[in-house]
């Protein structure tokens, strides 16, 4: 749950816990002269001044270019899968649960190395290049089910440029909900489970993993 008002002052704490370099250390000082090139050139086009980026360990600084790319591409937070399906389920007898809390998703991303998160920061600043000319057709994908799709345009560059950070944002969460979803499926009623796109497609996806499982799985 990251949507609740004490969630969000969690992560807040949580944020400045494990995003902020310690006293003396800097976001420049941890990349490379190459990223340090492409950031000056690349932050300003968002309205964001590099400066500002400064205290925060490369894993932040990321996700804050991301979002605000997000933002400047028409994007809307708020509308986003994650919130329709909340709000289905606002009202009703719905049962919410969750496959991770704020804290251990916060430590999947912090969790790796500053060495690590300096490369996928300069993967990362790569994948945001070329996100404009990419959106509709990574969008697109999401909406039909693309798997192929997806799993070459998601998890196939994360995988070749940051292997580190696919291991643990991917491979590992995927193997850690498994068992969590095998254990909802023995219970009764309808069940609706969410997962973002990078976790569904390929040989690590949630899908495949299911079937080496023995589940049957049939596409609607």
Known sequence: DVHSPESQGQMQ????QHGLNPPGVTLSSLLSAEANAALAEFAPTLGV??????????????VMLA????QALGLD??????AGLLALGAGSDTQMGYFETAEEQIRFLAGVSDEVQARA?????????????????L?????LGDMAVLEEMINGSMREGSPEVYETLIVTRNNNWVPQIAEIM???????????????PGEDGVIQLLQDAGYSISRQ
């Open 186 to 200: 023995e219970g009764e009623g309808t069940v609706f489970i969410a997962v973002g796109a990078a976790h569904l």
């Open 13 to 16: 704490q949580l944020v400045m």
């Open 121 to 137: 920061f300069d993967q990362g600043l790569e994948d945001m290049a070329d996100l404009p000319t990419q959106l509709n057709e």
């Open 49 to 62: 001044a590099p400066a500002m980026l400064e205290p925060m360990r490369p894993w932040l600084a990321q």
């Open 67 to 70: 979002v605000t790319q997000m």
């Open 77 to 82: 937070p708020s509308a986003g899968a994650e």
């Open 139 to 143: 969008v697109t994908a999401w909406a």
